[in-house]
């Protein structure tokens, strides 16, 4: 059977008046419609499969991220002082200490010194602790007015204190505290080591030359300047009045007040309160 396009157009497309007139428009026949509405309906049962059939398979399990491991040059930012806490039991720091003094009752000159400052804590409350310090101060020391009887311009001089006292912990955050104390004890006096019995203020020079050697009331008044480097260390500066009682002679005994400060370290040890 031979092809015949114009009878399957006759069949599909059917000529209106108008377009038997004018030649334009094309009206669409029953078989032609038909055709149309059976591909849509095709497509649209075909969408819906497709969407069921997305619906029933189980979501994909996203990958899980492999951890990267920071190579050369990577910079991790990290906070030492982020454990920080004020709730140790026990303390411990060393310093290099500075202390000044008078070692006669009347001597012009004073004697700096230098030494080492040895003190531990043991706290009580969050705010109350108890302090002991051990310290040792050694230099030398002018003899004026003196000088032209002794015959010595440098003369070794010693102090030692035993001290201990209650510690207020004030204002402190992870960065550092101010921690006051109130320390007394005793303080011994080494001022004729060098000068023998010449030069106590009850030998030959008199009131005029070095205090004897002698232990004597000893205070500290002042507190400590922390600033943590982390959990445990902290850089310490402590700043005292030194309060020493030693007696000259019967009549003129010599209570003195002078600047000390000691710089150092302290260790916060584990145990806690």
Same mark, same amino acid.
């Given at each position: $059977?031979?092809? !015949?396009?114009?009878?399957?157009?006759?069949?599909?497309?059917?000529?209106?008046?108008?377009?038997?007139? *004018?030649?334009v428009m094309l009206f669409?026949?029953?078989?032609?419609?038909?055709?149309i509405a059976a591909a849509?309906?095709?497509?649209?049962?075909?969408?819906?499969?497709?969407? *069921?059939?997305?619906?029933?398979?189980?979501?994909?399990?996203?990958?899980?991220?492999?951890? =990267?491991?920071?190579?050369?040059?990577? /910079?991790?930012?990290?906070?030492?002082?982020?454990?920080?806490?004020?709730?140790?039991?026990?303390?411990?720091?060393? @310093? $290099?200490? /500075?202390?000044?003094?008078?070692?006669?009752?009347?001597?012009?000159?004073?004697?700096?010194?230098?030494?080492?400052?040895?003190?531990?804590?043991?706290?009580?409350?969050?705010?109350?602790?108890?302090?002991?310090?051990?310290?040792?101060?050694?230099?030398?020391? @002018?003899?004026?007015?003196? #000088?032209?009887?002794?015959?010595?311009?440098?003369?070794?001089?010693? !102090?030692? $204190?035993?001290?201990?006292?209650?510690?207020?912990?004030?204002?402190?955050?992870?960065?550092?505290?101010?921690?006051?104390?109130?320390?007394?004890?005793? #303080?011994?006096?080494?001022?004729?080591?060098?000068?023998?019995?010449?030069?106590?203020?009850?030998?030959?020079?008199?009131?005029?030359?070095?205090?004897?050697?002698?232990?004597?009331?000893?205070?500290?008044?002042? @507190?400590?300047?922390?600033?943590?480097?982390?959990?445990?260390?902290?850089?310490?500066?402590?700043?005292?009045?030194? $309060?020493? @009682? /030693?007696?000259?002679?019967?009549? /003129?005994?010599?209570? !003195?007040?002078?600047?000390?400060?000691? =710089?150092?370290?302290?260790?916060?040890?584990?145990?806690?309160?």
């Open positions: $059977m031979r092809f !015949q396009p114009r009878i399957l157009r006759q069949r599909l497309l059917q000529r209106s008046p108008a377009i038997y007139h *004018a030649r669409v026949t029953r078989q032609t419609r038909f055709l849509t309906a095709a497509v649209f049962a075909a969408t819906l499969l497709t969407n *069921a059939q997305a619906q029933t398979q189980p979501p994909a399990t996203p990958a899980t991220p492999q951890p =990267v491991s920071p190579g050369n040059g990577t /910079y991790i930012s990290t906070d030492p002082l982020a454990n920080v806490r004020y709730d140790n039991r026990w303390d411990l720091s060393v @310093g $290099m200490a /500075y202390g000044h003094i008078h070692a006669g009752p009347n001597l012009r000159e004073g004697a700096n010194l230098g030494g080492l400052d040895v003190s531990g804590s043991y706290w009580l409350t969050k705010r109350w602790g108890i302090e002991g310090s051990g310290r040792g101060y050694l230099g030398t020391s @002018g003899t004026t007015p003196a #000088a032209s009887v002794l015959g010595e311009s440098g003369v070794f001089v010693a !102090q030692y $204190m035993f001290l201990a006292g209650p510690e207020y912990l004030g204002p402190h955050n992870k960065h550092g505290a101010i921690i006051l104390h109130a320390l007394v004890g005793g #303080a011994y006096g080494d001022f004729n080591r060098d000068l023998g019995r010449q030069g106590s203020a009850t030998g030959p020079t008199g009131p005029a030359a070095f205090y004897d050697n002698q232990v004597a009331l000893g205070g500290a008044f002042g @507190g400590h300047i922390d600033l943590n480097r982390s959990e445990h260390w902290v850089f310490r500066v402590t700043p005292d009045a030194l $309060m020493t @009682g /030693y007696d000259g002679t019967s009549l /003129y005994p010599h209570t !003195q007040f002078n600047f000390g400060i000691s =710089v150092g370290a302290e260790y916060k040890f584990k145990k806690k309160r």
